[in-house]
């Protein structure tokens, strides 16, 4: 699958609600697309860097989105990770703070990302 210079079409812009994340089901460069659209701009990333979760799936606070699987946070500008996992989604437990060393996760893969009409698509940076 590829576009125009690498252009991969992942979405259609009627599929996308504002403030929400949306599971493309689209690999691009390895990854599983998500793509957000926030206060009117889209942002797409690839799935969670610890355990290869839906990223796009999980909670948003302005530009940081939290992994539904294990609560690590990102920045969905950047990728960058604001805070490594600290929530088991198969036994229920949570982090209390106590932890002396928290596990380092990578940066989330982001891709470059461009509406043309009503079709969005996405660019490995």
Known sequence: MGGE??????ADIKDMREGEGYDTGVEVAGEIVGVFLIDGKYYAT????????????????????QCPWHSARFDVA???????????????SVDTGELQEIERVPALQCFAVKVEGNKVYVQPR
Request: proline share 5%; net charge negative; charged share 20%.
């Open 46 to 65: 690839g799935e969670c860097t610890h355990e290869k979760g839906p990223i796009c799936q999980g909670h948003r606070e302005g530009l940081v989105v």
């Open 5 to 10: 210079q690498g252009w991969v079409e992942v």
């Open 78 to 92: 950047t990728g960058a990770c604001v805070q490594g996992p600290v929530a088991c989604r198969t036994d229920g």
